[in-house]
């Protein structure tokens, strides 16, 4: 059985995977499991909250549009996934992910879907933080010398 832990880390993954990204890797997987519907692919809004600082009163940011889903795999396995946005497949993608994370192909999913998912966030993070540092400017104050 997964931790709460490792199952948040992949969650987060495949809800930040870019759907043709995810869609490729679920493809090399090969044949999927029969999956029936607990909950079809919905669309709706949630509150987003912030603290300022990261540790003060939280306050509402705004609304997001997620798109939720829950499945049953042919095994007995349950996916659950909540995405950004409204792509019912790439929901159903994730939602497939993580059921198979809880049976026995959970270290074929973690080499074919989230590891180069993993590695191309890790990339793209790494270009933001480049483009950003390129526009950094350092302030700094010469001293005059004394009045007298």
Same mark, same amino acid.
């Given at each position: 059985?997964?931790?709460?832990?490792?199952?948040?880390?992949?969650?987060?993954?495949?809800?930040?995977?870019?759907?043709?990204?995810?869609?490729?890797?679920?493809?090399?997987?090969?044949?999927?499991?029969?999956?029936?519907?607990?909950?079809?692919?919905?669309?709706?809004?949630?509150?987003?909250?912030?603290? =300022?600082?990261?540790? !003060?009163?939280?306050?509402?940011?705004?609304?997001?549009?997620?798109?939720?889903?829950?499945?049953?795999?042919?095994? !007995? =396995?349950?996916?659950?996934?909540?995405?950004? !946005?409204?792509?019912?497949?790439?929901?159903? =993608?994730?939602?497939?992910?993580?059921?198979?994370?809880?049976?026995?192909?959970?270290?074929?999913?973690?080499?074919?879907?989230?590891?180069?998912?993993?590695?191309?966030?890790?990339?793209?993070?790494?270009?933001?933080?480049?483009?950003?540092?390129?526009?950094?400017?350092?302030?700094?104050?010469?001293?005059?010398?004394?009045?007298?």
């Amino acid at each position: 059985m997964p931790t709460k832990e490792a199952q948040k880390d992949w969650m987060s993954v495949l809800a930040r995977a870019p759907s043709i990204s995810l869609n490729r890797a679920v493809e090399a997987l090969g044949s999927l499991p029969d999956a029936t519907w607990l909950r079809p692919p919905e669309t709706g809004a949630i509150m987003v909250r912030g603290r =300022q600082g990261g540790t !003060g009163a939280p306050f509402n940011l705004g609304e997001m549009t997620v798109t939720r889903c829950a499945l049953r795999l042919a095994d !007995g =396995q349950v996916g659950h996934a909540y995405v950004p !946005g409204r792509d019912h497949a790439h929901a159903r =993608q994730a939602a497939i992910c993580d059921a198979l994370m809880q049976g026995p192909r959970a270290g074929e999913v973690e080499e074919k879907v989230l590891g180069p998912i993993r590695d191309a966030l890790a990339a793209e993070r790494q270009s933001q933080a480049a483009k950003a540092e390129a526009t950094k400017v350092d302030f700094f104050t010469m001293v005059r010398g004394e009045s007298k």
